[in-house]
Structure formats: structure tokens, C-alpha cells
């Protein structure tokens, strides 16, 4: 089956610098690639997520790169401020649900 | 719009006894899921429903776990005879399609306790 791996599994930044979050995975068929965020005690929360026809999606801040041939797909957040701090999840489709990797918690300190 | 709502949001319950999770997924929304989110975990697949029926549940970790969604809205998760390492927070998400490529929605989740 699908297996993603995440890492690091703990970031600590300045605010105002960048964050980027990594993930691999197995299948080669998978096709989705969706970022969540989740703060403590709430929801996960879709913030960005690629699909396999493109190599990056940028949303202000957060971009998106994946590299199909290698299997492997990045988070990165620019100019962070503290109110992202959070666990980031990222996930790959594996025929009819999500795979999660095991999370990042991303500390961003004033 | 509304978003996904479950109840209850905590349940703490005793080894051996039966629950009910409940989730009301986003009007319309033809897809739901079930996930299990473990502390310090990733959300982990249980179920899958397109429309009134199972389409995948090769999630469920055993029988006790069964769950179902009569009119393809509301669904219920339900446990039997509880375990301890039951213990985790049951996520539930809906999408608009049904198909894993379709963002998918979560709720706020059921933090379940079992004594």
C-alpha cells in the first residue's frame, strides 16, 4: 500500500523566515497531493494542495512543489508569522482516500 | 455554509461499552469519510461512503467497528465493546464528489475516552 513520510516532524523558525515542510511517498499513481493544517484542539484545514498535471502552486504565502519522478512533494511558507504556528499534515490519494504523513509542528517565535 | 459537525465532541465511555458517533456531513455532499486521529498522529483511514454505501472499508481495525449511513447524509460510527486502545480523536470528513481528488472537508472530530 501507499506509504508517505514526513519530516521534519518538528520546525522552529524566526518569524519572518521561511518554513518547508517535506514529503515522500510509494504509489506512483497517486495524483493528489493535499496540505493541512492543524491547530490544537481544532479541525484539519485544507490550505493548499496540487495535483499531478502541474510542478508548483503558489497561494500568497504557501507554495506547493511536487516532483513525480522522485516521488516527493514540499510545503513552503514564506515571511511566517506566529499565527502559523501549527501541525502541518501533508497527504497523497491512494484510490478512493488519504494517506496522512505524521505531521509537522511548526513553531514560529516572535 | 454550515460545515461538518459531529457529535458528541467529547465521549468518555467504560472498556466493554457500545458507542455511537454521530456526523452530519456538508449539504450535498455525496462522499464521507471516517478517520481516526491518534495523538501526536496523521489522521488514519476507517471508512468510505459514496452515497448510502460502504464503498471502501478496509480501514476498520476489527468487527467491533461498523458504521453506517442510511439516507447518504447523517452517518454513525459504532463501537462495540470498547477497548482502551480505542482511545483517539474520530474524524469525519465529507467531499462534494466521490473521489479521493476532491478537497475533503473535516470535522471538528469526537475526542473518545475509553476508562
Known amino acids: 500500500g501507499e506509504n508517505v513520510e514526513q519530516h521534519p516532524s518538528t520546525l522552529s523558525v524566526q518569524e519572518g523566515d521561511s518554513a518547508v515542510i517535506k514529503c515522500t511517498y510509494s504509489?506512483?499513481?497517486?495524483?493528489?497531493f493535499p496540505w493541512y493544517k492543524q491547530e490544537l484542539g481544532k479541525r484539519p484545514q485544507l490550505i493548499i494542495d496540487?495535483?499531478?498535471?502541474?510542478g508548483e502552486k503558489k497561494d500568497q504565502r504557501i507554495a506547493v512543489t511536487l516532483n513525480k519522478t522522485a516521488k516527493h512533494f514540499s510545503l513552503h511558507i514564506t515571511e511566517t508569522q506566529p499565527e502559523d504556528s501549527a501541525v502541518y499534515f501533508c497527504?497523497?490519494?491512494?484510490?478512493?482516500?488519504?494517506?496522512f504523513g505524521t505531521g509537522t509542528r511548526l513553531q514560529v517565535f516572535p | 455554509g454550515a460545515g461538518v459537525s459531529q457529535t458528541p465532541s467529547n465521549k468518555v465511555t467504560e472498556k466493554g461499552k457500545y458507542v455511537e458517533l454521530r456526523c452530519d456531513p456538508i449539504s450535498g455532499h455525496t462522499a464521507l469519510y471516517w478517520y481516526r486521529q491518534s495523538l501526536g498522529q496523521g489522521p488514519e483511514f476507517l471508512i468510505y461512503?459514496?452515497?448510502?454505501?460502504?464503498?471502501?472499508d478496509s480501514g476498520l481495525p476489527n468487527d467491533r467497528f461498523f458504521a453506517v449511513r442510511p439516507e447518504g447524509s447523517v452517518s454513525t460510527l459504532k463501537i462495540q465493546r470498547t477497548e482502551r486502545g480505542d482511545s483517539a480523536v474520530y474524524l469525519c470528513?465529507?467531499?462534494?464528489?466521490?473521489?479521493?481528488?476532491?478537497?475533503?472537508?473535516f470535522g471538528p472530530g469526537t475526542r473518545l475516552t475509553v476508562l
Open positions: 470528513a465529507s467531499s462534494l464528489l466521490s473521489r479521493a481528488t476532491d478537497t475533503q472537508y
Open positions: 496540487i495535483r499531478s498535471n502541474v
Open positions: 497527504a497523497v490519494d491512494n484510490t478512493d482516500k488519504l494517506i
Open positions: 504509489d506512483s499513481a497517486s495524483n493528489y
Open positions: 461512503f459514496q452515497g448510502t454505501g460502504a464503498a471502501d
